[in-house]
């Protein structure tokens, strides 16, 4: 079965590495994280651990009320950037960092702000340049619940290297 996403219209084309200047700044569309959301994300990983699927058990917890699997808000995160005005053509991830700062509890309301940096060629893939996305996935409150950085492989304008 071939998964097809909603459609989305975007003004802009994706960027090749070479359309990308250190500093760009993009925020994305927002995401809000739904109780079914975080069910489906057990379901998917067989991650059930009891703050986040049981309310009766995550009251007793320091957060007080069920929250969201961690790397559900990097998963989130990651698919805000590819919905984003500001996308670059399908390439490689090199690697995350990731910092889990504040609890994602349900209807949260999220968006991700990411900036650009470290570019250079790719001394190992003619054709290619790696990029570095600092980033914050940020809540309706404006607090940054999870942030850090992706690496990335993209691939370079043809006749530009």
């Given at each position: ?17 070479d ?48 929250v ?6 990097l998963?989130?995160a ?68 999870q ?15």
């Open positions: 079965m071939k998964l097809i996403p909603p459609p989305i219209h975007f003004e802009t084309p994706e960027k090749y590495w359309d990308a200047r250190e500093g760009d700044v993009c925020v994305s569309p927002a995401y809000e994280v739904t109780e079914a959301r975080i069910n489906t994300y057990a379901e998917l990983t067989g991650d059930y651990t009891p703050v986040h699927i049981d309310e009766d058990y995550a009251k007793t917890t320091p957060f007080g009320t069920r969201a699997h961690g790397l559900f808000g998963s989130i990651d698919g805000l950037k590819t919905r984003s005005e500001y996308r670059f053509l399908p390439g490689m991830s090199l690697g995350w960092s990731w910092d889990f700062v504040l609890p994602i509890k349900i209807n949260d309301r999220l968006h991700v702000r990411f900036s650009v940096t470290g570019l250079r060629a790719s001394r190992s893939r003619p054709g290619w340049g790696i990029v570095v996305l600092p980033s914050e996935l940020i809540n309706q409150h404006g607090q940054v619940v942030k850090g950085e992706h690496r990335l492989m993209i691939p370079r304008r043809p006749g530009c290297f």
